[in-house]
């Protein structure tokens, strides 16, 4: 039934791929959607260990249970359990479920305000728990199910303080930051695959959501889930943190449909997530029915795939299929239809793209400027998106990626690769990392399109003259023959909105300087959620777009931004050998703006 209807979803996209036949955004596979059956913030029944060495009333991982006892309960076996509210937050909740007549010496806990949230110091001088020191809490609770066998594959999102093992029914679905091997309690906060300056934690609290577990373990009837959660073995800072919900798929599918990202000149990747774990790969070619070309992922099953289509012959139409070979389950396999996109541009070709910004927050608004947009882009044989940051709301959140930016985003994004940088608002977490696939270290990359290179750099971390980023920066902008130079990143340097003028400081120290110096004719912003275009300013036009769903802000022009409009907007750009041209479109297809730069055609950058 899945197959037929994926097959009939594929001959029809296969009919409205070619290039003159749609106008309308084509529509995206039905994505998953999933039965929460532990919503966040439930009710839970907290036990801890109460053994009392050397008279500290202790939750102390090293006296604790092996895991699996624990999470073997029986329904109803719930002596010693105290029952707690959601999210646990800090040590104190920890304290009163667990009842004040089992904490004889209370008084030595006291909470420290002012730290952070959630944040309690266990003030015992002595008796805190010694460097290193292991402490483990148990929490679990049921639900009820009534048939297992309907289920495909179960997700999870969890969020801790150090460290969390979850069963269901005794057995082990989740680890997280728990070395292997360590039954309750040591604990690995490196993410070995995140470059240093990228951040794991928000907030020093981790955020993690499994995908496609496999739902084997399930029973009809009561399900009982526990978790064993660690707390930091540093001597007492940052107690506990926990929430976490539980989701049900009932049919293998799609949770991302697949989507592009650009890489440098002629290669372009094909990211998709399922909710069953298995294998990607993309068949390509040059027409619909001649999928030619096999490139496959890394040999690993999981939810996430990336496949790289390389050396794609320019300016050509390239016809894509994502396939996922499930690795058991109900359904064996998981396909996209067909789909098409355009390749990169030759030198001297005149094309466009289109950029915006700031799409977090209204998924409704993003959605609504995606199908404006995809109108324009196929209109205009746009060949690439860039995005000027603040993607989703908060980094870390799973449902906010989804809703604010996947779901509103992933019509154009199966047409047109896209191009991100960094805002303030992702707080440069590793999920920005785990979903985007684009060029170099993913934060600061440089490529080319045409007679065009870009820059994207990351505002939100160090740029100063002297770090990493900035000296890449200057080397990289150096080192460009392009004829024209584009910077795209978040702060603006010179602000539309009253209340940030005169605008980012620093990237007026350290950026502005840059860009003059190596000859920027365009710097593509957000942060600002509006359109702005700046005079020229030593030579560098600074373009604000940052009205992509996020609520828009008071616009004021000034001497420097000759325009400063309050609207949810994109634009379109076109590079071309003479001229470098854009329009500012707005949520109801109103043009804001219209402004060109031109350049003899012979000439090339200044040396
Ligand atoms: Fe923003
Ligand atoms: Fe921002």
Redesign the pocket.
């Known amino acids: 039934m899945n197959l037929l209807r994926l097959l009939v979803a594929a001959l029809v996209a296969a009919s409205v791929s070619l290039p003159v036949a749609a106008r309308e955004l084509p529509p995206v596979l039905e994505l998953e959607r999933a039965d929460i059956v532990v919503a966040k913030g439930a009710d839970w029944s907290l036990w801890a260990e109460l053994q009392e060495p050397a008279g500290w009333p202790q939750l102390q991982g090293f006296v604790a249970p092996k895991g699996e006892a624990k999470a073997g309960l029986r329904a109803g076996d719930l002596q010693g359990w105290s029952p707690v509210a959601l999210p646990l937050d800090g040590r104190t909740e920890a304290m009163q479920a667990i009842g004040a007549a089992k904490f004889a010496r209370e008084a030595h806990f006291r909470a420290r305000a002012g730290i952070g949230e959630g944040t309690l110091l266990l003030d015992t001088p002595g008796r805190s728990p010694a460097v290193g020191q292991r402490t483990t809490l148990y929490l679990t609770r049921t639900f009820e199910l009534a048939e297992p066998a309907s289920v495909v594959s179960l997700q999870s999102e969890l969020e801790f303080a150090a460290g969390a093992i979850v069963y269901l029914n005794g057995v082990e679905i989740i680890r997280q930051q728990v070395l292997p091997g360590a039954e309750a309690a040591s604990f690995s906060a490196a993410v070995p695959t995140m470059p240093t300056f990228v951040k794991a934690t928000s907030m020093e609290r981790w955020q993690r959501t499994s995908l496609a577990i496999p739902p084997t373990m399930l029973r009809a009837g009561t399900n009982r889930i526990t978790v064993a959660l660690h707390r930091h073995p540093d001597g007492g800072h940052r107690a506990f943190w926990f929430d976490m919900d539980l989701r049900l798929h009932k049919r293998a599918g799609f949770i991302k449909t697949p989507y592009l990202q650009g890489g440098d000149r002629d290669w372009v990747t094909v990211s998709w997530e399922t909710n069953v774990a298995g294998f990607g790969g993309v068949r390509w070619g040059l027409a619909p029915d001649r999928l030619d070309r096999r490139v496959v992922a890394p040999e690993i099953a999981g939810a996430h795939h990336e496949v790289t289509l390389t050396e794609l012959p320019p300016n050509s139409t390239i016809y894509y299929r994502a396939e996922t070979d499930a690795v058991k389950g109900a359904t064996a396999r998981v396909d996209a239809p067909v789909r098409s996109f355009r390749s990169q541009p030759l030198k001297g070709e005149t094309y466009r793209f289109i950029a915006y910004g ?1 799409v ?1 927050t209204n998924a409704d608004i993003h959605a609504a400027l995606t199908r404006r947009m995809w109108d324009d882009a196929l209109a205009a044989d746009a060949r690439f998106v860039v995005n000027t ?2 993607l989703t709301d908060l980094g870390a959140p799973w449902d906010g990626w989804q809703r604010e930016f996947f779901e509103p985003a992933l019509p154009i994004m199966s047409r047109l690769p896209f191009f991100a940088s960094l ?3 992702e707080g440069n977490h590793e999920s920005y990392y785990h979903y985007m696939a684009l060029p170099g270290n993913e934060a600061w990359y440089t490529f080319e399109r045409g007679d065009a290179a870009f820059f994207a750099i990351n505002s939100s971390s160090d740029f100063e003259e002297g770090t990493a980023q900035w000296r890449w920066l200057d080397g990289a902008l150096a080192a460009s023959k392009a004829k024209w130079k584009l910077v795209f990143f978040h702060h603006p340097p010179f602000a539309c909105t009253p209340e940030r003028k005169p605008g980012d400081l620093r990237v007026q120290t350290h950026l502005v300087p840059l860009f003059e110096k190596h000859h920027v004719d365009m710097a593509l912003l ?2 600002d ?1 509006l359109y702005g275009r700046s005079r020229d300013i030593n030579g560098v036009r600074y373009v604000i777009t ?1 009205g992509g769903g ?1 609520p828009t802000y008071p616009a004021e022009s000034d001497a420097i931004n000759e325009v400063c409009i309050s609207a949810h907007h994109y634009l379109v750009v076109e590079v071309a050998p003479d001229h470098l041209s854009w329009t500012a479109t707005d949520i109801d297809g109103k043009q804001l703006d219209a402004f060109s730069l031109t350049k003899p055609p012979a000439a090339s950058s200044p040396p």
């Open positions: 700031d977090r940051g603040d805002g303030n608002h957000g942060h959620h940052g996020a």
